[in-house]
T-cell receptor
Framework: KAGVTQTPRYLIKTRGQQVTLSCSPI?????VSWYQQTPGQGLQFLFE???????NKGNFPGRFSGRQFSNSRSEMNVSTLELGDSALYLC???????????????FGPGTRLTVL | GIQVEQSPPDLILQEGANSTLRCNFS?????LQWFHQNPWGQLINLFY???GTKQNGRLSATTVATERYSLLYISSSQTTDSGVYFC?????????????FGAGTILRVKS
């Protein structure tokens, strides 16, 4: 069974631009969640989607948004990029998601975003 | 507030040595996972262990949920074990269902 895939793997953008990252979960998994990893803040939860609905959202500004499609693939969008958005963005998939403790989470390889 | 604390923050070992990494969490959890982050950034699943003991080769883990801690044991360490080890939990109470990560333990294994 193929693992979680993320595209692109690397991105360089300039301040003020917007970016869209993509995540394809493990086949059959209905939950996709997103995390941001920076040296200063560590790994932080952005949001979770389950069956095309956002179930939970972390403490990030509205510039960070996402969506999930009927095939469970998810996209994350960051508008009006700031230097501080430079980070590794990881997505995770699971069968039933995080509610009630949730099932085991499986992570993709990440997208490394650099904002200049 | 809710916390996940890992210790030690850094660990340097000689190849062949054993080590124990610790994860303390501040409240009851429904989910606890250990991950190894490889040099390219991917989080590799080691254990899904909200309670009890599991073993996988040279690695084993124990979670004592009533005392709010988990331990990851690495025996006969190899240079390929180097990297960052993360503990992550989903708290049982409604803090927002999400994986909360510790700051990680950086492990360096020298040959």
């Amino acid at each position: 069974k193929a693992g979680v895939t993320q595209t692109p793997r690397y991105l360089i953008k300039t301040r003020g631009q917007q970016v869209t990252l993509s995540c394809s979960p493990i086949s059959g998994h209905r939950s996709v969640s997103w995390y941001q990893q920076t040296p200063g803040q560590g790994l932080q939860f952005l949001f979770e989607y389950f069956s095309e609905t956002q179930r939970n959202k972390g403490n990030f500004p509205g510039r960070f948004s996402g969506r999930q499609f009927s095939n469970s693939r998810s996209e994350m969008n960051v508008s009006t990029l700031e230097l501080g958005d430079s980070a590794l963005y990881l997505c995770a998939s699971s069968l039933m998601g995080l509610a009630g403790g949730g099932a085991e989470q499986f992570f993709g390889p990440g997208t490394r975003l650099t904002v200049l | 507030g809710i916390q996940v604390e890992q210790s030690p923050p850094d660990l340097i070992l000689q190849e062949g040595a054993n080590s124990t990494l610790r994860c303390n969490f501040s409240d009851s959890v429904n989910n606890l996972q250990w991950f190894h982050q490889n040099p390219w950034g991917q989080l590799i699943n080691l254990f899904y262990i909200p309670s009890g003991t599991k073993q996988n080769g040279r690695l084993s883990a124990t979670t004592v949920a009533t005392e709010r801690y988990s331990l990851l044991y690495i025996s006969s360490s190899q240079t390929t074990d180097s990297g960052v080890y993360f503990c992550a939990v989903v708290f049982r109470r409604e803090y927002g269902n999400k994986l909360v990560f510790g700051a990680g333990t950086i492990l360096r294994v020298k040959s």
